[in-house]
């Protein structure tokens, strides 16, 4: 007695060769995705830089350009991203043209996962160590805060 389903037979080079390029597709896609993570796009990591304790990076923010309510958007989108955000207070002057990332401290490398967090170029790093200053980092807010990632 024979197989009904013998009589049949499945393309299976078709399919196997179509098996394949699907794979590859996506084999694809996932190295593409993961060279530009590396290079364009490197993950937000709000950790402070060497801190074997894995703490958050604190960050003052500043607002010195005068728009109401730009502080708490630029709060709630560093808290969002897991930054430990102390202080959110006005500048005493609010003429300030350019957003620029402050480092409190003597590690460059927490101002500047702050600045890409904001998408805020490194030229706008500046460092002011400060030992009265219990924060990592601070962010003086610019009138140019429309261009910049918290903005919508």
């Known amino acids: 007695?024979?197989?009904?389903?013998?009589?049949?037979?499945?393309?299976?080079?078709?399919?196997?060769?179509?098996?394949?390029?699907?794979?590859?597709?996506?084999?694809?896609?996932?190295?593409?995705?993961?060279?530009?993570?590396?290079?364009?796009?490197?993950?937000?990591d709000p950790v402070r830089d060497g801190d074997p304790k894995g703490k958050a990076i604190q960050v003052d923010v500043i607002n010195g350009c005068g728009t109401a309510k730009v502080g708490t958007r630029f709060t709630q989108y560093l808290r969002d991203r897991g930054y430990d955000v102390v202080e959110v207070r006005n500048y005493h002057r609010f003429d300030v043209r350019h957003t620029i990332v402050v480092a409190r401290t003597s590690n460059r490398r927490n101002a500047e996962k702050v600045a890409i967090a904001l998408g805020i170029e490194a030229s706008h790093i500046v460092q002011q160590i400060n030992p009265d200053y219990f924060v990592d980092v601070s962010v003086l807010i610019g009138i140019d805060h429309q261009s910049l990632k918290p903005s919508p």
């Open 1 to 44: 007695m024979k197989n009904r389903f013998s009589a049949r037979r499945f393309p299976t080079g078709a399919l196997l060769n179509l098996a394949i390029i699907v794979l590859l597709l996506v084999v694809g896609y996932l190295a593409y995705s993961f060279v530009l993570r590396l290079t364009v796009a490197p993950s937000l």
